[in-house]
């Protein structure tokens, strides 16, 4: 039994100094490791052996030393230097003395000191290894002593930086489709950290440089679909003019022909004589029948009133504001009471304003028959609708015949004596009217408001008569000028009046 104790005691001390040595033994290493390291480390305030900075070796040296050398080189050579930006047709030259001494070197030396010098020992160990056996190779850039480089970068840049061109709508009313875009132009940017270090490495090579300035072209994004299909045709309207002659059919189509392709920018104002321009012959007008004073004559455009109230009409339905109009002095016989728009050189126009948030484009066409305006624009809110309503209100009566003296001898042709009679001029009633916009809303009608009220004022008939008295046994032929009486009007009358105007006239709402 003892003998068999005396055997576990040996064991027991035999593991033990197995364990003691082996701890002696690590503590041994790690104590050779620390100090082999420590005699093998250089000193933390001088450059390891192996570095080179802008190809000067500052093995061994301080901060202050390398900075001191290096800060001189880089000067020294900030003389020769010469850069040549350009870009396109533009060119930009600045020599070294063009910038400000930046020294900036010593931020740099620092991080470079770093390495090898920090971390623990087997960090530093392996750096300082890795340095001897490859080296050190930094280059400190030339901008840190072009001090106001990135301000003359930034000056450029305005000049040639653009934000773009979003593409624009290209309207043609007589292609299909009318709407298309343009293609637009992408914004141009400097791309200044290619330039930074295009200057850093060309630097290196050679202090002459030229450099074409690298930019950024960034596509303008716009979707297409989205944009053409917020325009939609916001009216149209049209008259007839086929019982015209060439003459005012020509000069009906001529003044709306004008207005197509037509765009015109939201609050922009716009004068229908001015887009006209003088009805002349030179211009392509003709002779045809004006309404002057009550009465029809001839004179150069005659028929361009018709154009102007086309015009009108789809504006309105179109929702646009207007800011003059004015009516005949006897009613036009292709639109309602209170919806034509009557103009005159110099006297009267038609003067409208986009007020939407958007352009409107315009396109005008005919045919033998008819002359046509259609008016495309932002769509409508709510799915709204416009219709305009004209509302007769009564007769204005005419108050006969006037008998005028022929002592100008205008007529002499016609009546010579006293008591000889021609007629120049029918009497005409005239009519008190209003016009309405009414706006709808899935077919309901949600209001309306009155944005005409005309007198259309009665014409007196005018009846001349001659001057020169009746010779010794003289007799007048025999006379058939009715003379009118001043009107009377009744009830009867506005009734018959109304129920004719309404039957005879087209509809205002002409989609």
């Known amino acids: 039994m003892s003998e068999e104790k005396n055997k576990l005691k040996k064991k027991k001390w035999s593991g033990l100094y197995w364990g003691l040595g082996a701890a002696l033994f690590a503590v041994s290493i790690l104590l050779f490791c620390q100090f082999y390291f420590v005699d093998n480390a250089s000193p933390n305030d001088t450059f390891l052996k192996g570095t080179m900075i802008n190809g000067i070796d500052v093995s061994g040296m301080t901060k202050n030393q390398a900075e001191n050398v290096i800060s001189y080189s880089l000067l020294s050579t900030r003389a020769d230097i010469k850069l040549t930006l350009s870009y396109a047709d533009k060119t930009w030259t600045f020599a070294g003395s063009d910038f400000e001494v930046k020294d900036e070197v010593g931020p740099v030396l620092t991080e470079v000191m770093k390495v090898g010098h920090e971390g623990n020992f087997l960090q530093r160990y392996r750096d300082q290894n890795k340095i001897k056996k490859d080296g050190l190779t930094v280059n400190v850039s030339y901008k840190t002593v072009l001090g106001g480089l990135d301000e003359k970068i930034d000056q450029i840049a305005s000049e040639i930086e653009s934000p773009g061109e979003a593409p624009e709508i290209i309207f043609d009313p007589n292609a299909d489709p009318m709407f298309s875009l343009s293609e637009g132009k992408p914004a141009i940017v400097v791309d200044r950290g290619k330039l930074l270090q295009l200057l850093d490495d060309g630097l290196e090579q050679e202090k002459n440089l030229s450099i074409e300035i690298p930019i950024i072209e960034i596509p303008y994004e716009v979707d297409e679909d989205a944009l053409l299909s917020a325009i939609t045709k916001r009216s149209s309207f049209s008259t007839n003019y086929s019982s015209s002659s060439a003459e005012r059919k020509n000069n009906v189509a001529l003044a709306l022909k004008a207005f197509n392709g037509q765009v015109f920018l939201p609050e922009e104002e716009v004068s229908f004589n001015t887009i006209t321009g003088s009805r002349t012959l030179e211009n392509g007008y003709k002779s045809a029948n004006v309404i002057l004073n009550g009465a029809y004559v ?211 709402y002409n989609p």
């Open 298 to 508: 001839k004179g150069v455009g005659g028929g361009v009133c018709q154009a102007s109230t086309t015009l009108y009409n789809a504006l309105v339905l179109a929702d646009i504001e207007i800011l003059q109009v004015n009516h005949h002095s006897i009613p036009a016989s292709y639109v309602p009471l209170s919806f034509d728009a009557m103009v005159s050189e110099g006297y009267s126009d038609l003067v409208f304003k986009n007020s939407l948030n958007a352009p409107i484009y315009i396109k005008t066409y005919s045919d033998d028959e008819n002359v046509y305006v259609e008016i495309y624009g932002p769509k409508f809110d709510n799915d709204k609708t416009i219709k305009t309503r004209a509302e007769f209100i009564k007769v204005l009566p005419h108050s006969g015949d006037k008998i005028i003296q022929d002592t100008t001898g205008e007529y002499a042709d016609k009546v010579i004596y006293k008591g000889e009679y021609y007629r120049v001029r029918y009497p005409r009633e005239g009519y008190e009217s209003k016009g309405y916009v009414q706006y709808y809303e899935d077919d309901e009608l949600v209001s309306e408001k009155e944005i005409r009220h005309d007198k259309y004022l009665p014409q007196e008939g005018i009846i001349v008569e001659g001057t020169a008295e009746l010779g010794e046994g003289m007799t007048l032929p025999e006379n058939d000028v009715e003379f009118i009486p001043p009107q009377k009007v009744t009830s009867t009358t506005t009734e018959t009046v109304r129920a004719k105007i309404e039957k005879e006239r087209p509809s205002a």
